[in-house]
């Protein structure tokens, strides 16, 4: 079983920045896809972000792509979210993922689909002002 624990979350203005944790309990972690994803008011919870167990392939929403980052590092079971730029569109809570990759699914279909995420945390919330 993975426990997941997000922190990093807070009120920020628009042009700001905020970095959030994922930290995960666990043996396996290291083997895991791991995934940022969002949820609004009145929204679905969509994916931000994914990356594969060795860090070396990443995936961004066009929404995000070029301010958010996504790291990992496997030694400090630690995901980490680099968000720059954030703008009022961004407020929304942030949920970390995680899921052993499947066979009958690639990693660029697996990374980005709600429903094959196995586990997740409670969510932190970001909101930004204008």
């Known amino acids: 079983q993975v426990q997941l624990v997000e922190s990093g979350g807070g009120l920020v203005q628009a042009g700001g920045s905020l970095r959030l944790s994922c930290a995960a309990s666990?043996?396996?972690?290291?083997?895991?896809?791991m995934g940022w994803f969002r949820q609004a008011p009145g929204k679905e919870r969509e994916f931000v972000a994914g990356i594969n167990w060795s860090g070396a392939n990443t995936y961004y929403a066009d929404s995000v792509k070029g301010r958010f980052t996504i790291s990992r590092d496997n030694a400090k079971n630690t995901v980490y979210l680099q968000m720059n730029s954030l703008k009022p569109e961004d407020t929304a809570v942030y949920y970390c993922?995680?899921?052993?990759?499947?066979?009958?699914?690639?990693?660029?279909?697996?990374?980005?689909?709600?429903?094959?995420?196995?586990?997740w945390g409670q969510g932190t919330r970001v909101t930004v002002s204008s």
């Open positions: 666990g043996r396996t972690f290291s083997s895991y896809v």
């Open positions: 993922a995680a899921q052993p990759l499947k066979s009958g699914l690639s990693l660029s279909t697996a990374v980005g689909r709600r429903t094959a995420y196995d586990y």
